[in-house]
């Protein structure tokens, strides 16, 4: 059984804070890894995909460590809107089969 | 563009009862993928879609379970004989293809009664 591991938290973070979280998998042979943010009673949204050389999109910095085989989200400078639930995902393909596994997520409450 | 759509957003049903959820996935996307959460829990991935074929039902959770896709685009979930334990939100998802980022559907609340 391939596992995605997230700290539930939920982390409480002031706004204009930086805070990160990481996700770790079991099967080293994963290929394809995402954030998502789940809002409340809402469908995931994709957030970012992580690549191997690690990638920004604004406030946001994703990374991926193969070796360790984990995942890790950087939020910097906080805000309000960011308060959701985060979602890891890693995909496995191989012998015509596709996987994907969502870890339970991550819950951030940015507080004023 | 419009996205996944998904009918009914919610159903009342008695248990032993046959429901059917549906999902049109965004228009070219050729995969094709249902999911179920229940309450406060994460996502559980049921099956997935390419083209018309599902490769792997394994995630299923048991034999009352089936999903079907015609012409590479809409999808049907069907689920017979409901337990109480089927209730949970289904969420469909489609995606270029495998391994593309997924688009996820306003989901289906399914309640057993």
């Known amino acids: 059984r391939k596992e995605v591991e997230q700290d539930p938290g939920p982390f409480n973070v002031p706004e204009g804070a930086t805070v990160a979280f990481n996700c770790t998998y079991s099967?080293?042979?994963?290929?394809?890894f995402f954030w998502y943010r789940q809002d409340c009673r809402k469908e995931p949204k994709l957030l970012m995909s992580v690549y191997s050389s690690g990638n920004e999109d604004g406030r946001f910095t994703a990374q991926l460590n193969r070796a360790s085989q984990y995942i890790s989200l950087l939020i910097r400078d906080s805000k309000l809107s960011d308060s959701a639930t985060y979602l890891c995902v890693v995909t496995d393909s191989g012998a015509g089969s596709y996987q994907l596994t969502f870890g339970k997520g991550t819950k951030l409450s940015v507080i004023p | 563009g419009a996205g996944v759509s998904q009918s009914p957003s919610n159903k009342v049903t008695e248990k032993g009862k046959d429901v059917e959820l549906r999902c049109d996935p965004i228009?070219?996307?050729?995969?094709l993928y249902w999911y179920r959460q229940s309450l406060g829990q994460g996502l559980e991935f049921l099956i997935y879609f390419q083209g018309n074929s599902a490769p792997d039902k394994s995630g299923l959770p048991s034999d009352r379970f089936s999903a079907e896709r015609t012409g590479g685009s809409v999808s049907t979930l069907t689920i017979q004989r409901t337990q109480q334990e089927d209730s949970a939100v289904y969420l469909c998802?489609?995606?270029?293809?495998?391994?593309?980022?997924?688009?996820f559907g306003p989901g289906t609340r399914l309640t057993v009664t």
């Open positions: 228009s070219g996307h050729t995969a």
């Open positions: 099967n080293s042979a994963s290929q394809s």
């Open positions: 998802a489609s995606s270029l293809g495998t391994g593309f980022e997924q688009y």
